[in-house]
């Protein structure tokens, strides 16, 4: 089936007709960067250390996504009228992962049940960045019944789980806050890659289970058009690094890395339906976690490639849990966060979170990057 429309997100809004593009997405291009370099270890690791000092919050703008002036306030009061919030990252951004905690704990803080029992509502945390075949594991931890050692040795988290997503962990299991290993296993998104979508047909019923229901949803033709425009801009960073081309090495050194090695645009249509089976499978899982728990609040937190446009995961969510509301809350690394920057077309979701570029680890590698390669 194609997916289309942008699902339900406010009964009010009005998903709208897109704009004419007024710039790249860097986002989405780092995002998609990830995706084709192999494996979350690779995509993620850089020159810059996760506990350098350089790598810390900064400051930080709300707006809605048409660009008005918000807050985390109007944000945690609106997840009130939704099941799901998406809340897209950028993976290397210190700030984009100190919002997420905080708006964890504002959501708990506001939407549970208080302790004298009047209504509330059930938590949930759902993350990209664990695969669903990990999920007793994850629950295993939750739940007391294994050390964080034995918890980190098995449950294959990304890189920079110390600094980025431990503090989610931890926060769940100290709240009882139930948490989805929402992402397909890699293994099989690779397979797709390799051999194309039909191939999962092989796969045992077992391997399958960890996947959205065969055959999952087809890219709808706004994802697929986001997808053609991010490879793009993959393609215009073939033997280059930080914008600049790469230099020939001197006598004796190594050599520089491209941002993206040749090659990377290649096998498209495979990479494609890759990535929509993680989109198909997160929505999935989030989907079966609603139907066993009807008054949920779940918080899903993922690369905003997957959601910032309403594209993507919302799409498949809204196949599975058809009528299921949500909401979108965008956070994006800029280079001034209070001069708010348009979508290329339509607009950020609900609410977009402009954070401080500066502090990245793309932008800090690059700087002493630049630095280094200017002072020769």
Same mark, same amino acid.
């Given at each position: ?8 997100? %406010? ?52 707006? !809605? ?13 609106? *997840? ?32 549970? +049940? ?71 296993? %890699?293994?099989?998104?690779? %397979? ?29 033709? +706004? ?72 008054? +949920? ?29 949500? *909401? ?31 502090? !990245? ?16």
């Amino acid at each position: 089936m194609i997916l289309a429309g942008c699902g339900t997100r %406010r009964p009010d809004m009005d998903c709208g007709p897109s704009n004419p593009e007024v710039q790249r997405m860097r986002i989405e291009t780092t995002a998609v960067l990830m995706l084709l370099m192999a494996s979350p270890v690779a995509a993620q690791e850089t020159a810059v250390s996760a506990s350098d000092t350089a790598y810390t919050a900064g400051e930080y703008r709300v707006f !809605t996504g048409a660009g008005e002036p918000a807050s985390l306030d109007d944000v945690v009061r609106d *997840m009130a009228h939704h099941q799901v919030v998406f809340i897209g990252e950028a993976h290397d951004d210190p700030t984009g992962h100190m919002l997420e905690a905080e708006l964890l704990a504002r959501a708990l803080a506001e939407h549970r +049940a208080s302790s004298d029992e009047t209504a509330g509502r059930s938590v949930a945390l759902s993350l990209e960045f664990f695969q669903a075949d990990v999920q007793p594991v994850l629950d295993e931890y939750l739940g007391g019944l294994i050390s964080e050692r034995a918890f980190r040795t098995d449950s294959r988290p990304w890189p920079r789980y110390e600094t980025d997503y431990r503090p989610l962990i931890e926060f769940s299991k100290a709240n009882e806050i139930s948490v989805i290993a929402a992402n397909a296993p %890699r293994r099989y998104t690779s %397979r797709v890659t390799a051999n194309g979508r039909e191939s999962l047909a092989d796969l045992s019923a077992t391997a399958r289970a960890h996947l959205a229901p065969l055959p999952y949803g087809e890219p709808s033709e +706004a994802y697929r058009d986001q997808w053609i425009h991010v490879i793009t801009g993959v393609m215009e960073q073939e033997g280059m690094k930080c914008g600049r081309p790469l230099p020939e090495p001197a006598e004796g050194e190594e050599p520089v890395h491209a941002t993206a090695p040749a090659g990377a645009h290649d096998n498209m249509g495979n990479q494609l339906h890759s990535q929509t089976l993680w989109d198909a499978t997160m929505a999935h899982r989030i989907s079966r976690h609603l139907a066993a728990v009807p008054d +949920a609040l779940v918080l899903h937190m993922v690369g905003s490639f997957h959601v910032a446009r309403g594209t993507g995961t919302p799409e498949h969510l809204a196949a599975y849990s058809p009528g299921a509301s949500y *909401m979108i809350v965008v956070l994006r690394p800029v280079e001034d966060v209070d001069s708010f920057e348009p979508a290329p077309s339509g607009e950020w979701g609900d609410f977009v979170i402009q954070t401080d570029g500066s502090r !990245t680890l793309e932008q800090i590698e690059c700087g002493a990057y630049l630095a280094e390669l200017d002072g020769r």
